[in-house]
């Protein structure tokens, strides 16, 4: 299907696809082949253009309509709006934006009345407000390993975990690649266990024809400045529970019932709410909408342009692409990521690999590692709990997140998927460039 797409050669490498070889098409001498960290030409001379978020003069111009109209926030036009939108691109009924992607998702577990003595399900390897999201709430995060193909939570593990206390699981759609939702699904519902979808990283992204954050009972969106959809900050909760909804509604909203006007309460707020203002602004619902507009497209176009990349990158010995959801469609990214076998690449490291990429002009993303292990993860260990099959100095820990996580994963931030097709065959040139000398780049000394 995709095979006219690779009958570009690209000169003085050695990208063979279609069988064919670019080295009848360029001329080569001996140094043009060199690692630019070892001293050799950089694929890349130039970094394609990286700036994110987008910026279009549609949006300029309606940004200055919205200052001058004086009408900023309070659940004004736009905001109202934006949900509505937001919700239908997901397959969800309800949204409710919120300043972050953080608070979305204390607000879930606090509407859905979790609190003190609670147990909820993490992955070991995401973003610590995933974890932290179960503390402001003063439950304890249970950490449970992640699949090495996904780099998402391992339902069989999820059911290994779970414990009488345990009131919800918290799959991590990382970095648009997919939990499994059908077998964690399988492992909750029996139980009555919450659901919670964070999709921090997956905008647009669906599994089995539905929307990524409509298959639990809520999902958690966040728009801060690198995300795939960007207000600078910003965040969303979706779901299909009208009361749920409305209870996030008021969480976010001091306990103003939806569609209340300034400072004219009504209706009953339920005692077990306990309320915060995390309003977001009109300014950031109004650039939301504008770049909703385009999110189907960009993330069709870039799933069509990763599964380009996974197939040049995964002739590569020692190369393999994050697994695709198996039910994607499309899957969204906020990163292209592969995790290597570093015997096939000399034993160098991945920090040496990363920093020869990056020499070839290479944008490199930065990578999880095990949230326990994070530096601003700084609670005691009576805060939270691992469930894992090996012990070290911590107690349990999730092998497979400590051995993957930063040891064997990199990749490139979403940007690069909207790159032309030269450039990112001159990706999958860069590896395989990298790769043939890893020998080399093994002995490099990097800075401490
Ligand atoms: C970014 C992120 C969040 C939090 O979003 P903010 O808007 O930055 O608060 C939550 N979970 C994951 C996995 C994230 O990457």
Known sequence: ??????????????????????????????????????????????????????????TEQQLVELYRSQSWSFGGAHER????????????????FMVN???????????????????????????????????????VPVF????????????????????????AIIPVHLYGGMADMDRLAAVAQPQQIALVEDCAHAHGGAWDGKGLGSIGIAGSFSFQQSKTMSAGEGGAVITNDAALAERLYRFKHIGYAPNTKQGQATGSLTPDLICHNYRATEFQAMILRQQLKHLNTLARRRDDNAMMLTEGLERIPGVRAQARGTKA???????????????????????????????????????????????????????????GDRRDALGPVCPVAESIGTQRTLGVPHQVLDW??????????????????????????LPA
């Open 1 to 58: 299907m995709r095979n006219e797409s690779y009958s570009i050669l690209i000169p003085m490498t050695n990208i063979r696809l279609n069988g064919s070889s670019a080295d009848t098409h360029a001329t080569r001498s001996a140094g043009d082949d060199l690692p630019a960290t070892l001293g050799g030409m950089p694929l890349l001379a130039t970094t394609p253009d990286m700036r994110w978020p987008p910026t279009d003069a549609q």
């Open 329 to 387: 469609g499309p899957q969204s990214y906020y990163c292209y990521m592969v995790t290597l076998d570093l015997e096939a690449w000399s034993n160098a490291t991945c920090a040496q690999i990363r920093a020869a990429l990056k020499k070839e002009g290479i944008p490199v993303a930065p990578t999880y590692g095990s949230v326990y292990r994070h530096p601003l993860w700084n609670l005691p260990a009576s805060r939270y709990r691992i469930h």
């Open 144 to 167: 449970v390993d992640i699949e090495p193909d996904t780099l998402c939570i391992d339902p069989e593990q999820v059911r290994q975990a779970i414990t009488p206390r345990t009131r």
């Open 420 to 445: 032309s097709e030269e450039n990112r065959m001159k990706l999958i040139a860069a590896f395989q460039k990298v790769h043939r000398h890893a020998d080399r780049i093994a002995q490099i000394q």
């Open 101 to 139: 992607g953080t608070v979305t998702l204390e607000a879930i577990l606090h509407a859905l009345g979790i609190g003190e003595g609670d147990e909820v399900i993490v992955p070991a390897l995401t973003w610590p407000a995933t974890a932290m999201a179960v503390v402001y709430n003063r439950a």
């Open 81 to 96: 709006a934006f949900c509505e939108e937001f919700a239908s691109a997901h397959s969800a009924a309800h949204a409710v």
